[in-house]
Nanobody
Framework: QVQLSEFGGGLVQPGGSLTLGCTVS????????LGWFRQAPGKEREFVAA????????YDTNSVKGRFTIARDNAKNMMTLQMDNLQPDDTGVYYC????????????????WGQGTQVTVSS
């Protein structure tokens, strides 16, 4: 069974940067595609980015592409999300996830979730 644990959230001013991390434990963790989702207050959980076991990246084009960078280190069983030029609309709880299929943008494709880490962008 795969377990996920996020870290690195916090409070940042608009225009600032933050790096989130996610540790992955369990069988065959390095062979799994991994992703990030976020949920703002009062809104549905939405896709942010995903990365295949070989490093191929997918981003939500409208909201984060060009500002966020997803990466993984299979040797350390860890994934990161570098977030630059953060804006108030980026505020929310960020979750890392593993998938049961390759439809990475859908929450229904998620096999396991982390507990989430809060990101707040405010002056």
């Amino acid at each position: 069974q795969v377990q996920l644990s996020e870290f690195g959230g916090g409070l940042v001013q608009p225009g600032g940067s933050l790096t989130l991390g996610c540790t992955v434990s369990g069988s065959a963790s390095s062979s799994l595609a991994l992703g990030w989702f976020r949920q703002a207050p009062g809104k549905e959980r939405e896709f942010v980015a995903a990365i295949s076991r070989n490093g191929a990246q997918l981003y939500d084009t409208n909201s984060v592409k060009g500002r966020f960078t997803i990466a993984r280190d299979n040797a350390k069983n860890m994934m990161t999300l570098q977030m630059d030029n953060l804006q108030p609309d980026d505020t929310g709880v960020y979750y890392c996830a593993t998938y049961s299929n390759s439809r990475y943008t859908y929450t229904a494709s998620v096999a396991a979730w982390g507990q989430g880490t809060q990101v707040t962008v405010s002056s």
